[in-house]
């Protein structure tokens, strides 16, 4: 029933910033873990900050730390992707996603459409 909707990708300079946002409708998401995953061009896609929903606790790959903020807002059912410092190797897709607590990561089962974010050197 949860639905995912990406926004805020763009062109951007190396060591510049970006703000990405998800949009949740449907239950609570107080269950859940939010993720942002990362798909460069040719490579997989790789989860870089996650949070849970209710507590917000947080997690972040070691490319990224440092560099992006994962948050959201209960209230209106959103997720937020701060990021800064920016690479080129950044470029890709963004994807928003949910999970059930508890499941491992492959149990990623809710996803946003995505948002391009181009990092140019």
């Known amino acids: 029933q949860v639905q995912l909707v990406e926004s805020g990708g763009g062109l951007v300079q190396a060591g510049g910033s970006l703000t990405l946002s998800c949009a949740a409708s449907g239950r609570t998401l107080s269950m859940y873990v939010m993720g942002w995953f990362h798909q460069a061009p040719g490579t997989e896609r790789d989860l870089v900050a996650a949070i849970t929903y209710g507590e917000g606790i947080t997690y972040y790959s070691d490319s990224v730390k440092g560099r992006f903020t994962i948050s959201r807002d209960n209230a209106k059912n959103m997720v937020f992707l701060q990021m800064s410092s920016l690479k080129p190797d950044d470029t890709g897709v963004y994807y928003c996603?949910?999970?059930?607590?508890?499941?491992?990561?492959?149990?990623?089962?809710?996803w946003g459409q995505g948002t391009q974010v181009t990092v140019s050197s």
């Open positions: 996603a949910a999970k059930r607590r508890g499941e491992p990561r492959s149990a990623y089962n809710v």
